[in-house]
């Protein structure tokens, strides 16, 4: 079973920011949150991951809380090409460990 | 960033069919491969674990013999669905982490698309 909580779906205009939660109350101190997406009949996409600190990359940035019980990604200005199913995940540090994929939240982004 | 290849993209083909699928890792040794089945409106399940030099660890359902998978170089996983039929249509990921492990995520390829007639 999948170890996050997300909506299933949210929408948000085209140039503005897109804020996906994600739940993971459960979380183990050795565990990292990952985020991917996916677009329509195409593999996952990475986007993002972290343990406790805030990150940015050149695609979004990932907020975890202190308790890191939670986290937000963020799509600073979403483009209609962001429209896909974002996964939440949380993993063990280490690439070598497999990702349990949940439902994903699904993003619709209107022009 | 990391490419991983998959191979065909999409085979169709006739009951009794053997198909094997190829998953590269194109800038990147991997000693550890994962193998994905996703069924229409649904989520990644994971099949089985491909560590490189040795056997497979399959997931709890997941036939063995029925899904063969050899990791034979550190770039290179194939999954064989032997004798397919039409349940085993599906969309089949593979995904691909680095030798190094450490803080690296996974990269996935763009998937196979598995149909039988």
């Known amino acids: 079973d999948a170890k996050t909580t997300q909506p299933p779906s949210m929408d948000c205009a085209e140039g503005r920011a897109a804020n996906l939660p994600c739940n993971h109350s459960?979380?183990?101190?050795?565990?990292?949150v990952y985020w991917y997406r996916q677009i329509h009949s195409q593999g996952p996409q990475y986007i993002i991951h972290?343990?406790?600190n805030n990150e940015t990359n050149e695609m979004a940035s990932l907020i975890i809380t202190e308790d890191r019980k939670s986290s937000t990604l963020i799509l600073p200005h979403a483009t209609l090409r962001d429209t896909a199913v974002y996964y939440c995940?949380?993993?063990?540090?280490?690439?070598?460990?497999?990702?349990?994929f949940g439902k994903g939240i699904t993003l619709s982004v209107r022009p | 960033g990391a490419v991983v290849s998959q191979h065909p993209s999409r085979v169709i083909c006739k009951s009794g069919t053997s198909v094997k699928i190829e998953c590269r890792s194109l800038?990147?040794?991997?000693?550890?491969m994962f193998w994905y089945r996703q069924f229409p409106k649904q989520s990644l399940m994971l099949m089985a674990t491909?560590?490189?030099?040795?056997?497979?660890?399959?997931e709890q359902g997941v036939e063995k013999d029925k899904f063969l998978i050899n990791h034979a170089s550190l770039t290179l996983s194939t999954l064989t669905v032997t004798s397919a039929h039409p349940e085993d249509s599906s969309f089949y990921i593979c995904?691909?982490?680095?030798?190094?492990?450490?803080?690296?995520?996974?990269?996935f390829g763009d998937g196979t698309r598995l149909s039988i007639l």
């Open positions: 995904s691909a982490a680095h030798l190094g492990g450490g803080n690296q995520p996974q990269h």
């Open positions: 459960t979380i183990s101190g050795n565990e990292y």
């Open positions: 972290g343990l406790k």
């Open positions: 995940i949380v993993s063990p540090k280490g690439a070598n460990s497999k990702l349990t």
């Open positions: 800038d990147f040794q991997a000693t550890t």
């Open positions: 491909s560590n490189e030099g040795s056997k497979a660890t399959y």
